[in-house]
């Protein structure tokens, strides 16, 4: 797996689309010798199931633990510290990693007890948990959703949790960019398994779910977060911290030449989708018929953007969406499915940013 790459699995089975990304990515190679320490690092923000939109689904730990024990790993660890004044080990319970544990006897280690040692990374001194530094081979588990104060939230921002309590709380009177960017200078980040499947709105903590039911892949984490932007109707420039670790040499924000792999299609309807109240509420700009779960995904986000900047207002034409339009023709509609409009986005799935940018420009 190259660096501009990017592994895309749609699908339910969580478990089994988390092992076909490795397998792609063929991740036994990339780590090498089988006595070499792996940890698997999710995102435990706080004590919620991963059905809220916050916190990593134990399905892909069990699925990355499967495969990393039938290709002969066996010094293999999870380890996670939640934000300060929430605890670690009650979230372990409440995301189901307890069980996974046992199942697959691997230790849960709470970095909120971790000693830590500081470090220089380029110009700012960071504490990073020892037992961070120790791992040989670390695999990065974000989720994929929106955030409170960074606007996003993917793999640059997972790696606090590998850091102390207190550089937590230093973090916040940083305000959180500059410093997130330059952790991402020794944070260990060697593998990117993003759990894509049902990411919030724009809070860290879950409560707004939108169902995209993906998992993705990566090796580049600002490549990553620099996608995660044109998922949920961003650019890049909107998150300084982003563009911050690419002028240090964390990687690269250029996904126009990223090379994407996708290893199935997305054939999911809305009837899977789980919809809270305010979701509810931007969908009532749509009509959708048999819609695939990334793509009516992306439209939400992409209405919440609208939203946000004042443009959404009743009276506009519903957007169409969903493989019923097939042959269909129409007023407006996104996707490729709805080509047959008189306005339409094509795309299979287009990015919400360019739905935003799309509906802003035809949607009057």
């Excluded at 190679?29 to 706080?46: M, Y």
């Amino acid at each position: 797996m190259n660096k501009n790459d990017i592994i895309i699995i749609h699908g339910t089975n969580y478990k089994e689309m988390a092992i076909q990304v490795l397998e792609r990515a063929d991740l036994a190679s990339q780590i090498g010798e089988r006595t070499k320490s792996v940890a698997l690092k999710p995102n435990l923000v706080t004590a919620s199931h991963p059905s809220n939109g916050g916190t990593t689904h134990s399905e892909l730990l069990a699925g990355t633990i499967e495969y990393l024990q039938d290709h002969g790993f066996q010094n293999l660890s999870i380890m996670e510290g939640s934000w300060v004044g929430d605890n670690t080990q009650s979230a372990f319970s409440a995301a189901g990693y307890r069980e996974v544990s046992r199942r697959y006897n691997v230790p849960l280690i709470d970095l909120q007890k971790d000693s830590y040692t500081e470090y220089d990374a380029k110009g700012m001194k960071i504490a990073l948990c020892d037992k961070v530094a120790a791992v040989d081979y670390m695999i990065n588990m974000p989720v994929l959703k929106g955030h409170c104060q960074t606007t996003i939230t993917c793999a640059l921002k997972n790696c606090k949790g590998m850091i102390p309590n207190k550089e937590k709380r230093r973090f916040h009177t940083l305000g959180l960019h500059k410093p997130i960017a330059h952790l991402g200078v020794i944070a260990p980040s060697h593998f990117i398994l993003v759990d894509n499947i049902c990411g919030d709105l724009d809070f860290e903590e879950g409560g707004n779910p939108v169902t995209m039911n993906r998992v993705l892949g990566f090796i580049d984490p600002v490549l990553c977060d620099s996608y995660v932007c044109d998922c949920m109707g961003y650019s890049a420039d909107d998150i300084p911290y982003i563009r911050m670790a690419e002028k240090l040499g964390v990687g690269s924000t250029d996904t126009a030449h990223a090379n994407f792999i996708y290893l199935n299609e997305d054939r999911g309807g809305k009837g899977e989708i789980k919809m809270t109240r305010r979701v509810q509420s931007l969908a009532k700009f749509t009509v959708q018929k048999d819609a695939c779960s990334a793509c009516y995904g992306s439209l939400i986000y992409a209405l919440d953007r609208l939203n946000d900047s004042g443009k959404l207002q009743k009276g506009l034409p519903p957007v169409c969406i969903g493989q019923g339009y097939k042959g269909q023709s129409g007023e407006i509609g996104v996707g490729q499915c709805t080509c047959g409009f008189a306005k339409s986005l094509k795309g299979c799935p287009p990015k919400a940013v360019d739905m935003v940018a799309f509906l802003e420009e035809n949607w009057k």
